[in-house]
């Protein structure tokens, strides 16, 4: 073992303690909910969870991964293509496609793995890739990724500012191929991208238009099925990614979805498909489930969207001033990372978990504590957790 290197690991450590950024671990006993039992503490009301419709812990959905477990076994043995498909993956991708208003899709072991996999294969040396400022940390490394393999040229944009986005297009005009990349629902703002104005843009400079809808499947459109219907666009969005890990049961996977020769070339060439094992099959089985669950159950989404509402309109009168918004990410900024850590281990004690988030996943003075609310919330777990809020924020003079 290479001791210097251990020493310095440990050094790093110790001064993330003392800077107050720690980042504790807590772990839960019992199935992701609206409350949980979390080990040394009890019962615990969850405000931190990406479990939006409350899928995880769903009968229908925990009963399809048992018996993909049974048909299909623990795991799939290699990749794909070489040792084969189970028909299971099949019809996620047909279920997955027809949900998002796609012609197919390619599921992926995780939603990373799929942004990761799309851009350095649909680009080459001579294409320009354009990315929004605030895209996730997945986006980010996937344009970074494809710039190392490819050579392409890369640039990004202000964070929804379309004339930005309009003069870097028009300045790779000379450029064979254009991509445009843009999360759906900004997960640490909980902002929703121009998406109309998007799909005008790229149609206007001959771009293919990439959204990651990891937190809008499921929440938005009347039906779930994300941010494309909640503008009224299903279907003229080129290229979807997202995710399995959040509304659609909260287990693990992601996907890409678009045209049917764009999943067909992804089989050949898309590294993480080629190189990686499958989705397990019991995921893939509770992710069918989950899909098939919100499809016969809208009004699971409309129970999403009203404790949203209900959350937002209480948080604020109790004297909080959370970032604006219509999803069900409700982030409160309270400065620095070590306050966002403070709030957020005070209202644990309170019994709330909610986590606060600083530098580097937002800007330097731009922590906040991040409420994530969920259709298996009842209006009472809304009004205990606004309660605890109102309680640490005195103490610490927020309000």
């Known amino acids: 073992?290479?001791?210097a290197f251990t020493a310095d690991l440990e050094s790093r450590l110790q001064q993330l303690r003392a800077d107050n950024v720690y980042k504790q671990l807590n772990y839960l006993d019992?199935?992701?909910?609206?409350?949980?039992?979390?080990?040394?503490r009890g019962e615990v009301l969850i405000l931190s969870s990406n479990n939006y419709l409350g899928l995880c812990s769903e009968p229908a959905v925990v009963e399809a991964g048992i018996d993909g477990l049974r048909q299909f076994g623990a795991g799939t043995g290699s990749v794909r293509f070489i040792c084969g498909t189970f028909t299971i993956h099949r019809e996620l991708e047909d279920a997955l496609a027809r949900f998002v208003g796609t012609?197919?899709?390619?599921?992926y072991v995780s939603a990373w793995n799929a942004n990761e996999g799309l851009t350095a294969t649909i680009v080459e040396e001579g294409d320009?890739?354009?990315s929004d400022a605030l895209n996730h940390a997945s986006i980010i490394d996937s344009v970074r990724l494809a710039k190392s393999i490819t050579k392409c040229t890369t640039a990004v944009y202000r964070h929804g500012d379309l004339d930005d986005l309009r003069s870097k297009l028009a300045s790779?005009?000379?450029?064979?191929?254009?991509?445009?990349?843009?999360d759906g629902v900004f997960s640490m703002e909980g902002s929703i991208a121009p998406l109309p104005d998007l799909v005008q843009i790229c149609r206007e400079h001959n771009a293919i238009l990439v959204v990651d809808d990891s937190h809008g499947t499921g929440v938005l459109g009347r039906t779930g099925r994300g941010t494309a219907e909640h503008f009224g666009i299903l279907g003229e969005v080129d290229v979807i990614t997202s995710t399995l890990g959040k509304a659609i049961g909260g287990a693990a996977g992601g996907f890409v979805a678009g045209s049917a020769a764009l999943c067909d070339y992804l089989t050949q060439r898309s590294r993480p498909q080629l190189f990686s094992n499958a989705l397990p099959p019991t995921v893939a089985s509770s992710a069918l489930a989950s899909v098939r669950f919100i499809e016969q159950h809208p009004e699971r989404v409309q129970k999403l969207r009203e404790n949203a509402r209900y959350f937002r309109e209480q948080i604020i009168e109790?004297?909080?001033?959370?970032?604006?918004?219509?999803?069900?990410?409700?982030?409160?900024?309270v400065g620095e990372t070590s306050a966002a850590i403070q709030m957020s281990d005070l209202l644990l004690k309170e019994g709330v978990f909610v986590t606060g988030f600083g530098f580097p996943v937002v800007a330097q003075g731009e922590a906040r504590v991040r409420c994530q609310v969920s259709a298996a919330h009842s209006t009472a777990d809304l009004d205990e957790a606004v309660a605890a809020f109102k309680r640490v924020g005195m103490k610490l003079r927020l309000i």
């Not at 019992?30 to 039992?37: C, D, K, L, N, Y």
């Not at 012609?103 to 599921?107: R, T, V, Y």
């Not at 000379?174 to 445009?180: D, G, L, N, P, T």
């Open 128 to 130: 320009f890739v354009c």
């Open 172 to 182: 790779a005009r000379s450029a064979k191929r254009r991509v445009v990349w843009s």
């Open 103 to 107: 012609a197919a899709s390619m599921s």
């Open 30 to 40: 019992s199935p992701q909910a609206a409350r949980v039992i979390m080990e040394g």
């Open 1 to 3: 073992m290479n001791q």
């Open 318 to 333: 109790a004297g909080f001033k959370p970032l604006a918004g219509e999803t069900p990410i409700v982030p409160i900024i």
